[in-house]
Structure formats: structure tokens, C-alpha cells
């Protein structure tokens, strides 16, 4: 143990210092963001001793708040203010960026991946652009959910069925969307699908049921209703083309954005629940072509491809929507593959580019084509490398020793 510490020692100083900067460029305040609306009223509550009031104001994602309420509570009993919530309860979710990347370094080491590829892998993992954003829309969720999900897959390929179920469990209470991880554990799984299954319900309901009983049949602002998506209707979904043309956008604080479309009257309750539907065919197909040798990174490849249906099929889809897709190509490069990690940093950099750089260079429609072009030839990257005949000779596969085998192929470059 002493002998792994000092080896991971350097990563673990460059984690932290990323940690720190990352929380200096994007936690210098909340207002105006999705925290200041969604989640700094039931924080604020819980803080002043009002535990019911707490439950009532939860989010859709309140699971999330639920796990970092005991930063949020220690941080009051020290008088913190609501500035030092905010900041304190983002800090679970950076170091656990920060422990992935960490862990991915490790790995990447003892299987022989250059100095290169191990430091792209890390920075990807906690110095993210898709991460800072997260930050700044108020969203760090989205990096522990991510993180949690492809914790859960490389757990469960080393036969641990029981802590599998309780990321796997953690990343559903956290935020719904991680429901598309289960596929993936259960393919990385020899054995024990049943009680990988039983924990992970079990943990999520914890969480989940004491929201649902207390905002059930309330019109509390966060209750779980997680397969309506309202009025939120962004281009970088396959629905764009769908939606009539107009400028009020429900997207605060800017309500009217020339060329946007309005969603469709039919798509509000259905996108969410098409989401999952559309996951079940993909992880049955996996789990009927499951290859000997190959559970742990055909769940990474899977788990990847159903983050990316995620965001394709979503018309709220943002910025920081892609980054549980981002960790899960990674995680997939870091154990099969042994070239720097480029279609993860390829990824992020499209993202980008399409949520960051061309608005305001191009309009709406541009955006939208743009986005699913990128998306489309990603996604056909992604099932070949999963799906294709097992003879493919592309791709190299290092796991836990310098010994190199054949891949079954590796995906095109992702968006």
C-alpha cells in the first residue's frame, strides 16, 4: 500500500491543485444559475433546522442534495454562509472527479500507458472544460452521477456485486438518468445480477421514497417529475426540427432567443421514458453478444453509447449533459486501449465547440444539424466497436500488464 501511494503520489498533488483551481474559476457565485433557483432554497432551509421544508423543496434531482446534505449541515454549524454552502457542497463532487482520475492513472501505469496518455486522462477527469461549465450553470451533480456510474461498471467487472449495487444505487439517487447504468453493470457482471440489483433499488429508494412521500400529490417546485420536460427546447437534440419556430424560450435568464423553436405540444412526457425505452433493446443486444474477456470494456462501451442516446434524445439537452458520456469513453480507453485517450479529449472539445463556441456564430438549425452529425457518427463508432464481429482488428487492448492483445475495434471519433 505504502509502495502505491508514492506512485500515485504526483497524480494525487496535480488532482488536488486541479481541484482547487477548478473551484476558484467556477465557484465565484451562484446567482442568476440553475443552484440559485433549484437548489439553494432547500439548502438554505436545511441549514436553518427545517428538515420537512428541506424534503418539500428538493429538485428533480434532489437525491443529489439528499447525499451532500451533510456538507451542507456541518458547513452551517460553522457558520458558514450561503456562498460557503454553495462552494462546500460542489467539493464531493470534484474530489470524486478527482479519485477517478487518480485510479485511472494507476491502472494506466500497470498497464504501460505512457506518461501522455495518463496525464490527458487525468486532466479530462478534473480539469474538464464540460466540468467547469457544470460549475458554473450550477450542476456539479452531473460529475458525481458520471463518476459514480463508471465506478459501478469497473466494480462490478471485478466481481464485486454488492458495492456495485451501491454506486449503482448512489448514482440513481443522485440523478434518474443514471437508470441507463444498469445495463452496463449487469453485462460487467459474472455473477450476482440479483443482489447487484436488490442493493442498488434498495439504496435508491432510501433516497428517493422520502421525497416522493412528502411531495407526492403537492405542486412543490421540485417534485420528481422526471419524464416532463416543459417548455426547455435546445438544438442540440434530434426533436429541434420538430418544434414550432419562435422566439420565447423558457430558458432563464434570457427568454427570447431569435431563430429558437418552441418543443412540440407531443414530446413533453415522452422523451425521458423514450430514452430508457430505447436503452433496453441496445443493453439486451449487448448482454446476447456478451464476449468472454471482453465484459469490462463492452460495459464501458455500452455505458458510453447509452450516455450519448441520453443526450441526443433529450431537449433539454446542455453543456454539461455529455460529460457522463465523456468519463465513460474515457474509462473505456484508459483498460482498452493503449494510445492517449484521444477520442475522450476529441469528444470534449466538440462539445464544446458546439455549446460554446458556435452560438453566436451560427444559427439555431446549424447548431442543431452540427450536433447530431457529430453525435450520429459517434454513435456509429461506438456499436460497431460493441456490436461488430469479434474478428475486428482495430485497436489495441493493455489491462494489467504490459502484454498487448487485439481489440474489437475501436469507434469513431465521438461528439
Not at 43 to 51: D, E, I, K, M, R
Not at 266 to 294: D, F
Amino acid at each position: 500500500m505504502g509502495a502505491r501511494l508514492r506512485r500515485s503520489a504526483p497524480s494525487l498533488v496535480i488532482a488536488g491543485a486541479a481541484v482547487a483551481v477548478m473551484s476558484w474559476l467556477g465557484l465565484y457565485g451562484f446567482y442568476w444559475t440553475d443552484y440559485d433557483n433549484e437548489a439553494a432554497p432547500a439548502f438554505a432551509a436545511l441549514v436553518h433546522g427545517h428538515l420537512a421544508r428541506f424534503v418539500e423543496l428538493l429538485p428533480a434531482y434532489g437525491g443529489s442534495l439528499e447525499l451532500r446534505a451533510p456538507f451542507a449541515l456541518l458547513t452551517g454549524l460553522l457558520g458558514g454562509g450561503e456562498v460557503a454552502v454553495y462552494r462546500v457542497v460542489a467539493l464531493p463532487c470534484l474530489l470524486a472527479g478527482a479519485a477517478l482520475g487518480v485510479w485511472l492513472v494507476a491502472r494506466m501505469r500497470a498497464g504501460g500507458h505512457t506518461r501522455l496518455a495518463r496525464g490527458v486522462a487525468l486532466g479530462l477527469c478534473v480539469a474538464n472544460p464540460l466540468t467547469l461549465r457544470a460549475l458554473e450553470i450550477g450542476h456539479p451533480e452531473e460529475l458525481l452521477g458520471a463518476v459514480l456510474c463508471v465506478a459501478a461498471v469497473f466494480l462490478a467487472a471485478k466481481d464485486r456485486p454488492l458495492w456495485a449495487g451501491l454506486l449503482l444505487g448512489l448514482a440513481v439517487a443522485n440523478k434518474q438518468w443514471a437508470l441507463l447504468a444498469a445495463g452496463p453493470v449487469l453485462l460487467a457482471l459474472p455473477r450476482g445480477q440479483w443482489r447487484t440489483m436488490l442493493v442498488a433499488g434498495a439504496v435508491a429508494a432510501a433516497f428517493l421514497l422520502p421525497i416522493l412521500s412528502v411531495q407526492a400529490g403537492a405542486s412543490a417546485p421540485g417534485h420528481l417529475a422526471v419524464a416532463e420536460t416543459g417548455a426547455i427546447f435546445n438544438p442540440e437534440q434530434v426533436f429541434w426540427f420538430a418544434g414550432t419556430p419562435g422566439q420565447l424560450v423558457a430558458n432563464a435568464p434570457i427568454t427570447h432567443r431569435p431563430g429558437f423553436r418552441n418543443p412540440p405540444s407531443w414530446l413533453n412526457g415522452l422523451a425521458h421514458p423514450l430514452i430508457v425505452a430505447l436503452g433496453l433493446p441496445l443493453t439486451l443486444l449487448a448482454l446476447r453478444r456478451r464476449r468472454p474477456g471482453r465484459r469490462e470494456t463492452d460495459a464501458l462501451l455500452l455505458l458510453a453509447l447509452l450516455f450519448l442516446l441520453r443526450c441526443a434524445l433529450d431537449p433539454w439537452d446542455a453543456v454539461y449533459y455529455p460529460l457522463p458520456f465523456v468519463l465513460a469513453l474515457l474509462g473505456w480507453e484508459a483498460t482498452a486501449r493503449s494510445a492517449p485517450p484521444v477520442f475522450s479529449l476529441a469528444a470534449s472539445a466538440a462539445v464544446w465547440a458546439v455549446f460554446e463556441w458556435l452560438p453566436g456564430r451560427a444559427g439555431a438549425n446549424l447548431i442543431s444539424v452540427t450536433s447530431m452529425a457529430l453525435a450520429l457518427a459517434a454513435g456509429i463508432g461506438l456499436a460497431g466497436a460493441l456490436y461488430g464481429r469479434r474478428g475486428s482488428r482495430a485497436g489495441t487492448v493493455r489491462n494489467a500488464g504490459p502484454s498487448a492483445r487485439r481489440s474489437p475495434g475501436s469507434p469513431a471519433i465521438p461528439a
